[in-house]
């Protein structure tokens, strides 16, 4: 790795940090807004190309610790955080279904031909269950629905295998957030409860991008 490149991994991770810090932060200052930031993050991650970029994965997971101080209900961020996916995902899927041979030239799209390119490879290397694995594999998860439109998997294939999909990814995310939480307050940390959440947000932004690197040099 060049030093340049080291340089905007680090610039990258730094940036990262400071997002998950503010959001956290200002969820905790707005509870009301709590459920509508996990939706957001959610919908966002499976939006092609724009979820590649954002660290909603991190965020749910973060949000999920403020759950064992009673800040957050755990029926309703489950709720939230799959309804945010379960609408990202099917919006993805009938955009490539209904425009198949025309995905590469809607913006942005067009500007990430090399993207579409890996999401359709890993399609057509594991077929139906690339829509189970790549909600666990953020590199591929914001492509696989919409190329899995355009290469005719049909709606009755996909909805209910997604839907599977996402009930695990939201219960990997979400659970291990509550169980952190409620192992940090019985350590007696109770004042500054979102110290924790900042840590594993900065965790899982590490995991993120030591994934994608691996991605991409797989690919």
């Known amino acids: 790795m060049s030093d340049q490149t080291a340089l905007r991994t680090?610039?990258?991770?730094?940036?990262?940090?400071?997002?998950?810090?503010?959001?956290?932060?200002?969820?905790?200052?707005?509870?009301?807004?709590?459920?509508e930031t996990l939706f957001l993050?959610?919908?966002?991650e499976a939006v092609p190309i724009v979820g590649t970029f954002i660290p909603g994965s991190t965020i749910i997971l973060s949000?999920?610790?403020?759950?064992?101080t009673g800040d957050l209900?755990?029926?309703?961020?489950?709720?939230s955080v799959i309804s945010g996916a379960a609408l990202g995902d099917g919006l993805a899927f009938w955009f490539g279904n209904r425009n198949p041979s025309r995905i590469r030239k809607f913006w942005p799209l067009n500007k990430h031909r090399v993207l579409i390119h890996r999401g359709?490879?890993?399609?057509?290397?594991?077929?139906?269950?690339?829509?189970?694995?790549?909600?666990?594999?953020?590199?591929?998860r914001a492509f696989v629905p919409v190329?899995?439109?355009?290469?005719?998997?049909?709606?009755?294939?996909?909805?209910p295998l997604n839907l599977v999909a996402i009930?695990?990814?939201?219960?990997?995310h979400v659970f291990p957030g509550v169980l952190a939480g409620k192992a940090y307050q019985r350590a007696g940390a109770i004042?500054?409860?979102?110290?924790?959440p900042i840590i594993l947000g900065i965790a899982a932004i590490g995991f993120l991008i030591w994934g994608i690197r691996r991605w991409l040099k797989v690919a």
């Open 10 to 35: 680090g610039t990258s991770i730094e940036g990262g940090v400071a997002i998950i810090h503010t959001v956290i932060h200002y969820v905790s200052a707005h509870s009301d807004l709590a459920y």
């Open 41 to 44: 993050a959610a919908f966002l």
């Open 63 to 68: 949000l999920s610790a403020l759950i064992a």
């Open 73 to 79: 209900n755990l029926v309703v961020v489950l709720c």
């Open 120 to 140: 359709e490879m890993f399609f057509q290397k594991y077929g139906k269950a690339a829509v189970l694995l790549a909600r666990f594999l953020p590199p591929v």
């Open 147 to 159: 190329i899995a439109g355009a290469m005719g998997m049909t709606p009755r294939q996909f909805y």
């Open 167 to 172: 009930l695990l990814w939201a219960a990997v």
């Open 191 to 196: 004042a500054g409860h979102l110290t924790l």
